[in-house]
């Protein structure tokens, strides 16, 4: 199954660093900014997600909620999330799935 912009992704549940959610109960109606990354504390990644969370503000005014995915558990994600927000100056408080 392949999916593409603007299709309806899979219902599903997962712990975030946020807490556990239920996909199409979180999504309430927005988009969703839908990405991966192979790991929790390397560089490119760090960058990514740091710039993902300056940039919260521009994806709420258009009514977007990203959402990352990675293979690292909850626990390692709190505390990449300390790394990230020393690392770029900024909050991540976007949720990140395991």
């Known amino acids: 199954m ?19 959610i239920r996909f199409h ?12 990354h192979p790991g929790d504390f ?24 990203p959402l990352g995915l990675s293979t690292d558990g909850v626990a390692e994600h709190l505390l990449w999330i300390k790394d990230v927000n020393w690392t770029c100056l900024d909050k991540v408080e976007r949720r990140c799935l395991t």
Do not use: Y
């Not at 603007?6 to 219902?11: E, K, L, M, N, V």
């Not at 109960?25 to 991966?36: L, Q």
């Not at 390397?42 to 909620?65: D, H, S, W, Y």
């Open 25 to 36: 109960d979180w999504i309430d109606g927005s988009w969703v900014f839908f990405f991966s």
């Open 2 to 20: 392949g999916l593409h912009i603007g299709d309806t992704a899979p219902d599903f549940t997962a712990d975030t660093s946020t807490g556990s």
């Open 42 to 65: 390397t560089p490119v990644c760090t960058t990514e997600i740091g710039r993902t969370a300056q940039l919260g503000a521009e994806f709420e005014m258009r009514n977007v909620k």
